[in-house]
């Protein structure tokens, strides 16, 4: 099976502060993905990786960064976390082959910015 | 332009009984790949079929199937025997060819099995 790990489910923060969240996956799938997730405007794509250092910005990159060092690892960096970034965090992580990449996720990270 | 639209906010089923979910999309690209996921509360993002543009049949994964009908641009979810389980979200989403690895997701169907 799959397996995608998030370093927390929960996790409070206070704004200016920086934020990582870390995600693993032991299936070593080529792509990682990071989406944030609000009601109402569904999954949206924050970053991604296809290898190791390599990485191409998503849909709202803004405010965001990301780090990829190693194949199985992929890093979200909130440089000055802000209210407005508060949000379920979801990272992915699929294979190479095209069109069968399905996309695996992780349980999520629910951020709270106070 | 929106590419995925999945009309129903929520839907309502009895327990036992089959449900379709949904799904058109919008591409004039001859490849893609279209996908749908379950969302329980929990958070957690779970694939749950996959059905290509090229292929003939429509995917099934045991009480999943996808009913894929390319002229008119569709691919609902069909779950058959409800169970009070899959109460949960469903996003379809799909992915182009030229897309460079992106998925194009829908806003979800809210799915709710009564006993």
């Known amino acids: 099976d799959v397996k995608v790990t998030q370093s927390s489910r929960y996790l409070v923060k206070r704004t200016g502060e920086k934020v990582f969240l870390e995600c693993v996956q032991d299936?070593?799938?080529?792509?990682m993905f990071w989406y944030r997730q609000d009601p109402g405007l569904g999954l949206r794509l924050i970053y991604f990786?296809?290898?190791?250092?390599?990485?191409e910005k998503g849909d709202i990159p803004e405010g965001y960064s990301v780090s990829r060092e190693k194949k199985e690892r992929f890093s979200l960096i909130l440089e000055s976390a802000s209210t407005n970034q508060t949000s379920m965090y979801l990272c992915?992580?699929?294979?190479?082959?095209?069109?069968?990449?399905?996309?695996?996720f992780g349980p999520g990270t629910r951020l709270t910015v106070l | 332009a929106q590419k995925i639209t999945q009309t129903q906010p929520g839907m309502f089923v009895q327990e036992k009984e089959a449900v379709t979910l949904d799904c058109t999309y919008d591409?004039?690209?001859?490849?893609?790949?279209l996908f749908w996921y379950k969302q329980p509360s929990s958070g957690e993002m779970i694939f749950l079929i996959y059905?290509?543009?090229?292929d003939q049949q429509n995917a099934t994964e045991g009480r999943y199937s996808l009913n894929f009908q390319k002229a008119r641009k569709s691919a609902n979810l069909v779950i058959s025997a409800s169970q009070l389980g899959d109460s949960a979200m469903y996003f379809c989403?799909?992915?182009?060819?030229?897309?460079?690895?992106?998925?194009?997701w829908g806003l979800g169907t809210s799915l709710a099995v009564n006993p």
């Open positions: 059905q290509g543009s090229y």
């Open positions: 299936m070593d799938h080529e792509n």
């Open positions: 989403a799909m992915r182009e060819a030229g897309n460079n690895r992106k998925l194009i």
């Open positions: 992915a992580s699929s294979p190479l082959e095209y069109p069968t990449d399905t996309q695996y």
């Open positions: 591409t004039s690209d001859p490849s893609y790949g």
């Open positions: 990786s296809y290898d190791v250092k390599m990485k």
